[in-house]
């Protein structure tokens, strides 16, 4: 009988392995991007059975929100049509491919061999806000800060490459 | 309890996903969104191998991945939006300029 954590587990697990291939396998990128959305929300589910509270709320309101809302804007914006059937790369297709396949089952293998059955200790971690931020704001102050600088910089990068070419040279003139 | 190693082999899974859009997909949109995939799959090995060992520092470098990720793609959008509006294509085959 399984216990109730695994069977959500591979609910959870089923739902994001299905997305993954729904990705690769849709040829329009808003079907792409509302797949890697389930993902994601799946995503916020394991990351609830591994006790993780906080990190599964970031991860619905970050990356299912405002990340995913960002793509699928950007492909309204740009009217992104179906995908074109061209050919890419055949160094890609040719080492690429089977380099990932043989790569996956290598990896596979090394994590069956190795870990065993060892079994996370669901519930136990003390995932809550407080230690987290306890962390955040003593231990990891530094790279904290770093990276407000870090997302001060995309901010700028952002505005500076999706502004029109001509209102800068309007301005430069 | 679920196995350490079945949280391994999802995020391996979703990481290998990633890759192969990223190799085989033409648009520049959904390329960019198989790198989001990767990003995922190595976040949930990290928080898993934060709930194995009972270490949190594993969570707060998730806050950083996702960070990172937000600043990536909002600079990578508006790339794409500049070459779009250059190029008017949104494949990535049509954009070669600096192909030997």
Not at chain 1, 38 to 48: F, K, P, R, T
Not at chain 1, 88 to 93: E, I, N, P
């Amino acid at each position: 009988m399984p216990s109730f954590h695994l069977i959500l587990f591979l609910a959870f697990g089923v739902v994001c392995m299905g997305g993954a291939i729904n990705l690769l396998a849709q040829r329009h990128p808003i079907n792409s991007a509302l797949s890697l959305i389930a993902v994601m929300a799946a995503l916020a589910g394991e990351y609830l059975l591994l006790g993780a509270e906080f990190v599964a709320a970031v991860q619905v309101i970050i990356y299912a929100g405002a990340v995913m809302v960002l793509f699928v804007f950007v492909i309204m914006l740009l009217n992104a049509g179906i995908e074109e059937e061209t050919k890419g790369s055949r160094v890609a297709l040719l080492l690429g491919v089977p380099g990932v396949l043989i790569g996956s089952v290598f990896v596979a293998w090394v994590v069956l061999r190795n870990s065993g059955t060892e079994a996370v200790p669901i519930g136990a971690l003390p995932g809550h806000p407080t230690d987290i931020a306890q962390l955040l704001f003593h231990d990891f102050l530094l790279p904290f800060e770093v990276t407000s600088v870090l997302i001060l910089i995309a901010i700028m990068g952002a505005v500076v490459l999706a502004s029109k070419p001509d209102a800068s040279e309007r301005k430069a003139n | 309890m679920v196995p350490l190693s079945y949280y391994l082999l999802l995020s391996g899974f979703l990481f290998a996903c990633g890759v192969l859009g990223f190799l085989i997909k033409r648009n520049i949109i959904t390329i960019f969104m198989s790198i989001e995939l990767m990003l995922n799959g190595v976040n949930l090995s990290f928080v898993a191998f934060a709930a194995h060992w009972h270490v949190l520092a594993g969570q707060i470098f998730v806050f950083f991945v996702m960070v990172v990720a937000a600043a990536e793609a909002t600079v990578g959008l508006a790339i794409i939006i500049a070459v779009y509006r250059t190029r008017e294509t949104l494949n990535v085959d049509q954009v070669n300029l600096l192909k030997l």
